[in-house]
């Protein structure tokens, strides 16, 4: 008899079943998404990128996004009813389709958004009405929809709008005032809005420098770096403008840049406080950022392993430990990602683990009823706990027998957005006949317990790594647990030009990597690496 295998848990099943769940949990959007499908293909009637577009159907373009995409985004204000609308325009191709417009309208009148001397017909004129609406469209929608915030990044070309936004603003501070949330400064708010939501959503460093736009009679000027020109503006003294800034490089900074950022430590005392003003607050947020939002922006700055101790000295202890107490899921998310990021410097750990109340949410919110909460804490118990929860893991007879025969396996880490190369190279060493474990199909019970004990049980770990990888706090657990089991690490890289550095280049260091980043031919690239695995395995049953 053959055994029938269970399909493949790939990211697109799972992102598909859960696109599917929602749909079930709120059929009143079928509608709504009936007449997305129908904007689209008006969209697509028009040829914008060949043929442009005449001013006269500036009207009926803004009609038509305002009433069947803007209007509702608004008029569905669940979280899980935007996610669902925002992921399926990003999966339809929307995005590309509404910045081809943006594109076109704005080559047609070249507008500079921050010019304070527009003559009045042009400052109320259709091109400028229709291009703020789609910067709504995209500031809203990649608010709610992390896949829509990628398409903006990964699909587009948007970012060059933002870049020459950003400058033009950095030339004129002293045109921002303290009344910069006002409706005359959302081209400022806007642009901010917009790179803010997709920088939380894009791990991927090198699209914030951009070619600048070539201007009607002029020529290209070269390049802009937006992690650059947000620095300028964080020296600002105004509030708002600060605040938005630094969370938004939070997430855009490398290694490097975050070190540098960093090293004024008035910013963590002024973060902080924002934290300490939005408890006070009756929406719990300061200046529109919830404060799940702005412990979000901590944790990003936590990645520095200097920032972690001074953060901590700076008294967030306090404030995340009150915070942890509050039963407003989406902040405890939030605090308990932060106590993970905090917890990989030793002292932090210690202080964690060491007050009994924390120790005792953290184990408690492991079983939470909120999956994304019962994971956080998962991670967090994990790190603090140096390993696997000690608790449970007492072996059965069973598979302490297994283990006895176990002679070891090859364990695949890696991120989600490589997984496409990575079941391939799983496919071909097991045609090979060697035991390969990857977490589509291993999967049962904890997460992190599976993990921890595809780390312990396998002889080689093959860590294939880009910058995805050492942006994502599980491959980083992933990665330093195998590390601190001393396992054999082989590093497969898969991203093209990618040099890993920080935490990622101490685990690989000077090790031969295998690449697979589409640079070289891959059966080619297979062989290598399979020669240098065949000799240390005996080849076992998959």
């Known amino acids: 008899m053959s055994s029938r295998r269970n399909p493949v848990r790939t990211k697109s099943v799972i992102e598909g079943e859960h696109f599917d769940t929602l749909l079930v949990n709120h059929p009143e959007l079928k509608r709504i998404l009936r007449k997305y499908d129908k904007v689209m293909t008006k969209l697509t009637q028009m040829d914008i990128t060949n043929k442009g577009i005449s001013e006269e159907s500036y009207p009926d373009i803004y009609k038509l996004l305002d009433k069947d995409i803007d209007d509702p985004f608004h008029d569905n204000g669940g979280l899980e009813q935007r996610l669902l609308m925002g992921n399926y325009l990003a999966k339809k191709g929307f995005v590309p389709q509404l910045v081809d417009i943006y594109q076109a309208v704005w080559s047609n009148h070249d507008p500079d958004f921050f010019d304070n001397e527009l003559e009045e017909d042009e400052a109320g004129s259709d091109?400028?009405?229709?291009?703020?609406?789609?910067?709504?469209?995209?500031?809203?929608?990649?608010?709610?929809?992390?896949?829509?915030a990628e398409s903006i990044v990964e699909d587009t070309q948007f970012f060059q709008y933002l870049a020459e936004d950003l400058t033009a603003v950095q030339g004129d501070l002293e045109g921002l005032d303290d009344e910069i949330t006002n409706e005359n400064q959302f081209p400022f708010n806007s642009t901010l809005g917009i790179l803010n939501n997709?920088?939380?959503?894009?791990?991927?460093?090198?699209?914030?420098?951009?070619?600048?736009?070539?201007?009607?009679?002029?020529?290209?000027?070269?390049?802009?770096?937006?992690?650059?020109?947000?620095?300028?503006?964080?020296?600002?003294?105004?509030?708002?403008?600060?605040?938005?800034?630094?969370?938004?490089?939070?997430?855009?900074?490398?290694?490097?840049?975050?070190?540098?950022?960093?090293?004024?430590?008035?910013?963590?005392?002024?973060?902080?406080?924002?934290?300490?003003?939005?408890?006070?607050?009756?929406?719990?947020?300061?200046?529109?950022?919830?404060?799940?939002?702005?412990?979000?922006?901590?944790?990003?700055?936590?990645?520095?392993?200097?920032?972690?101790?001074?953060?901590?000295?700076?008294?967030?202890?306090?404030?995340?430990?009150?915070?942890?107490?509050?039963?407003?899921?989406?902040?405890?998310?939030?605090?308990?990602?932060?106590?993970?990021?905090?917890?990989?410097?030793?002292?932090?750990?210690?202080?964690?683990?060491?007050?009994?109340?924390?120790?005792?949410?953290?184990?408690?919110?492991?079983?939470?009823?909120?999956?994304?909460?019962?994971?956080?804490?998962?991670?967090?118990?994990f790190v603090i706990n140096e390993g696997k929860d000690k608790e449970n893991a007492k072996k059965t007879p069973e598979r302490a027998e297994q283990e006895a025969h176990d002679t070891g396996h090859i364990m695949l880490s890696y991120n989600w957005g490589d997984q496409k190369t990575v079941l391939k190279i799983r496919d071909r060493l097991r045609e090979k006949g060697l035991t390969v474990w990857m977490d589509v199909d291993n999967m049962e019970g904890s997460i992190l317990e599976a993990m921890a004990r595809a780390v312990e049980e396998s002889r080689i770990v093959l860590v294939c790594y880009s910058e995805k990888y050492k942006e994502s706090q599980n491959c980083k657990t992933e990665a330093e647990y195998a590390y601190s089991q001393k396992k054999e690490v082989v590093p497969l890289l898969m991203q093209r030009g990618y040099k890993a550095t920080g935490w990622l280049g101490a685990i690989i260091g000077a090790k031969l990597f295998y690449d697979f980043s589409g640079k070289y031919d891959f059966d080619k690239k297979f062989t290598e690496l399979y020669s240098s695995l065949a000799g240390k395995f005996a080849p076992g049953k998959t």
Not at 127 to 146: E, H, K, Q, V
Not at 202 to 221: E, I
Not at 337 to 359: G, H, T
Request: net charge positive; with cysteine; charged share 30%.
């Open 127 to 148: 091109f400028l009405r229709l291009l703020s609406l789609i910067r709504t469209i995209l500031w809203n929608y990649a608010d709610g929809s992390p896949s829509f």
């Open 198 to 381: 997709c920088a939380r959503n894009s791990s991927s460093k090198d699209v914030y420098t951009v070619t600048r736009l070539r201007k009607k009679g002029g020529t290209n000027k070269g390049e802009i770096n937006m992690v650059e020109v947000l620095e300028d503006l964080l020296k600002t003294d105004i509030t708002y403008v600060k605040l938005v800034v630094l969370l938004a490089l939070s997430y855009m900074v490398n290694e490097e840049e975050n070190k540098r950022i960093s090293a004024d430590g008035t910013l963590f005392d002024f973060l902080l406080k924002m934290v300490k003003t939005a408890e006070k607050a009756k929406n719990r947020s300061q200046w529109g950022f919830s404060i799940h939002e702005l412990i979000n922006g901590l944790a990003k700055l936590a990645e520095n392993d200097d920032n972690r101790t001074t953060i901590m000295k700076k008294g967030a202890f306090d404030i995340l430990k009150r915070l942890l107490k509050k039963e407003n899921q989406a902040e405890q998310i939030a605090v308990v990602n932060a106590i993970r990021e905090l917890s990989l410097a030793p002292k932090n750990k210690v202080l964690f683990k060491e007050d009994k109340e924390v120790w005792k949410t953290l184990k408690e919110l492991r079983n939470s009823d909120n999956k994304e909460l019962s994971k956080a804490a998962q991670g967090a118990y």
